[in-house]
């Protein structure tokens, strides 16, 4: 089973910083990985599949980077609404998938 | 627009079984792609339970194998779940979602308390 890992645990930043989310897999996974943004009380949402192609309607401040066994999902400056867990996923194994914990990103 | 949503019942009693039914709108089931079952239990991450194809083909997350079914109605353009033998470890956010290249789009999500 692939295990994904993600650093850090908590990201503490403030609006208009750039936060770098990494994502890490115990064995490649080429370009099969997904990130999802999730708040409180909601579903998460798509927003990077295949490593690096942003989801429908996603903003471009979302970009995903990476291949193989390290990834990475950058915003390029928070907005008050990006303030949430972020969750990377690998399909390589498809259709059997697996999550990453989680990276929080909280107000500094 | 494919919209997902599940129902079920909010509460089930330790042993038994949970039961939940994802239905599909603005997209027929029967024309393809995999349906998924995701839950995620109060305060931590995610976890995927299984998918069904619109053939029947199902896969399990090995963990859950021997306690989960995953089934599929096109008539009713619904795919379920069912979960047996359930404890406190299985409450939890269940969520019924469309796996393709990512998982989208999701239901909104159901809770289920196992308690007696």
């Known amino acids: 089973e692939i295990v994904l890992t993600q650093s850090p645990a908590t990201l503490s930043l403030s609006p208009g910083e750039r936060a770098t989310l990494s994502c890490w897999a115990s064995?490649?996974?080429?370009?099969?990985l997904a990130w999802y943004q999730q708040k409180p009380g909601q579903a998460p949402r798509l927003l990077i599949y295949?490593?690096?192609k942003r989801g429908t309607g996603i903003p471009a401040r979302f970009s995903g980077s990476g291949s193989g066994t390290d990834f990475t999902l950058t915003i390029s400056s928070l907005e008050p609404e990006d303030f949430a867990v972020y969750y990377c996923?690998?399909?390589?194994?498809?259709?059997?998938?697996?999550f990453g914990p989680g990276t929080k990103v909280d107000v500094k | 627009q494919v919209q997902l949503q599940e129902s079920g019942p909010g509460l089930v009693k330790p042993s038994e079984t949970l039961s939940l039914t994802c239905t599909v709108s603005?997209?027929?089931?029967?024309?393809?792609?995999?349906w998924g079952w995701i839950r995620q239990p109060p305060g931590k991450g995610l976890e995927w339970i299984g998918s069904?194809?619109?053939?029947?083909?199902?896969y399990y997350n090995p963990s859950l194998k021997s306690r989960v079914s995953i089934s599929i109605d096109t008539s009713k353009n619904q795919f379920s779940l069912k979960l047996t033998s359930v404890t406190a470890a299985d409450t939890a956010v269940y969520y019924c979602?469309?796996?393709?290249?990512?998982?989208?789009?999701w239901g909104q999500g159901t809770l289920v308390t196992v308690s007696s």
């Open positions: 979602a469309r796996p393709s290249t990512g998982l989208d789009p």
């Open positions: 603005g997209y027929s089931i029967s024309s393809g792609y995999y």
């Open positions: 069904i194809y619109h053939s029947g083909t199902t």
């Open positions: 064995q490649s996974v080429s370009t099969s």
């Open positions: 295949d490593a690096s």
């Open positions: 996923q690998q399909r390589t194994n498809w259709p059997r998938i697996t």
